[in-house]
């Protein structure tokens, strides 16, 4: 069964400060997904990363995938307010093919302070 | 295009009650998802489809009935509320594509609907 573990759960950081968010899971899958929900809001998509050393960067926030340590990791850099917000990953369930079945993780409740 | 659409946006239900929480998307998606949000617990899938006249059990699909006669709707019922049902409902879209790297999957969320079981 897969089962997947984030954390911190929450986080306080300074603005200007760096920071990752750690995701776990526990067996083999083709895709992990992070994402951004604001609160009271539905979830925007963030980053889709389908292979083993896949990185990719949108402004402050950079994701990383590890298939060998099944890590992902998500780095903000120099941290805003606007960045304030509960940060899931997800990884989809089953191997070799599409399923689109995501098992989430707790989620990360990030607050940026002035 | 509306994107994935969900009514009722809230909705308060006794125990024992039955409702449908209605989803629809415009996009021509294969894949449809429902998921409960609780607080703490981050999303669980309750049931999928993967087109039309095709669906199967999630995480945690106990209470819950669905079914997709057509590729735009995915309605979730829900047959004899309880309090333990009280929480924040997704439904979400999605297509498969290929490119030269593999299999990339979007997911499309709804606004999402707020049920009360009392």
């Known amino acids: 069964e897969l089962k997947v573990e984030q954390n911190p759960l929450f986080l306080s950081m300074q603005e200007g400060k760096n920071y990752t968010i750690y995701c776990n899971y526990s067996t083999t899958s083709d895709r992990l997904y992070w994402y951004r929900q604001d609160p009271g809001k539905s979830l925007e998509s963030l980053f889709v990363?389908?292979?083993?050393?896949a990185v990719k960067q949108e402004g402050r926030l950079m994701a990383s995938l590890d298939t060998k340590a099944r890590l992902s990791t998500l780095h903000i850099t120099a941290a805003v307010h606007d960045l304030s917000a509960t940060y899931f990953c997800?990884?989809?369930?089953?191997?070799?093919?599409?399923?689109?079945?995501?098992?989430f993780g707790t989620g990360t409740l990030l607050a940026v302070q002035p | 295009n509306a994107g994935v659409t969900q009514t009722p946006k809230f909705q308060v239900l006794k125990t024992g009650q039955s409702m449908t929480l209605q989803c629809a998307q415009d996009m021509n998606h294969e894949y449809m998802s429902w998921y409960r949000q609780d607080p703490g617990m981050g999303l669980r899938l309750i049931h999928y489809?993967?087109?039309?006249?095709?669906?199967d059990q999630g995480e945690v699909p106990n209470g819950y009935n669905v079914s997709r006669s057509t590729t735009e709707d995915f309605p979730l019922r829900l047959l004899s509320a309880a309090p333990s049902q009280t929480s924040v409902y997704f439904c979400?879209?999605?297509?498969?594509?290929?490119?030269?790297?593999?299999?990339?999957?979007?997911?499309?969320f709804g606004p999402g609907t707020r049920l009360l079981v009392l």
């Open positions: 997800a990884v989809e369930a089953g191997y070799g093919g599409a399923t689109n079945k995501l098992i």
């Open positions: 489809s993967v087109g039309a006249g095709i669906t």
């Open positions: 979400a879209s999605s297509y498969s594509y290929f490119s030269g790297t593999g299999v990339w999957e979007t997911q499309y």
């Open positions: 990363l389908l292979s083993n050393g």
